[in-house]
């Protein structure tokens, strides 16, 4: 009999064990308590990145980068959620159409200056999404 409690107890730490080793799944960007909770400060930081490296590409399609109206693009790509997104930035990264090189073009950000610039990236494109949207409705009124 006590056999079975000795095997209960271990099959009680093997699943407690495999359960804490699965990975959650990415929290899509625009979910997550980061994008949420961004201060002023914190978007201010992103978007002098954003001014002096991010946009020189995503801004207008230079160099293969996908511009921030697409929509499509965007909605898809927020759901890798942030570390994954920061990581593509941070290290660089091949597209379809041209390369993202690492930390796109801003040498000398450090970790958390990338992070908010990603953050940026995804609230600018929300509102260059909105304003396009405002002007195809008045284009067709
Ligand atoms: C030299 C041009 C260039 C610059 C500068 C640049 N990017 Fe990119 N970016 C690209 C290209 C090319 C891709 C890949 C497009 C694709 O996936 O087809 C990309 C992809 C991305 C992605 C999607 C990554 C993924 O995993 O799919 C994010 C997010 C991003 N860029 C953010 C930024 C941020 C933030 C900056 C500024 C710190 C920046 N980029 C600067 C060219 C650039």
Not at 41 to 58: D, N, P, V
Not at 70 to 88: I, P, Q, R, T, V
Request: overall charge neutral; proline content about 3%; charged content about 30%.
């Amino acid at each position: 009999m006590k056999n079975i409690y000795f095997y209960l107890t271990i099959l009680f730490y093997l699943t407690i064990f495999i359960s804490c080793d699965k990975k959650l799944p990415p929290v899509n960007i625009y979910q997550s308590d980061e994008y949420k909770n961004l201060t002023k400060k914190e978007l201010i930081t992103g978007e002098s990145i954003w001014a002096t490296a991010c946009f020189r590409c995503h801004r207008y399609g230079t160099n293969g980068a996908v511009i921030l109206e697409e929509k499509e693009y965007w909605d898809a790509n927020a759901s890798k959620g942030l570390d994954e997104l920061f990581k593509s930035v941070w290290e660089g990264k091949k597209g379809e159409e041209g390369v993202m090189p690492p930390k796109g073009f801003c040498n000398l950000c450090s970790e958390d200056e990338i992070r908010y610039s990603v953050l940026y990236l995804f609230h600018l494109a929300k509102r260059a999404q909105e304003a396009a949207e405002i002007q195809v409705k008045e284009k067709q009124s």
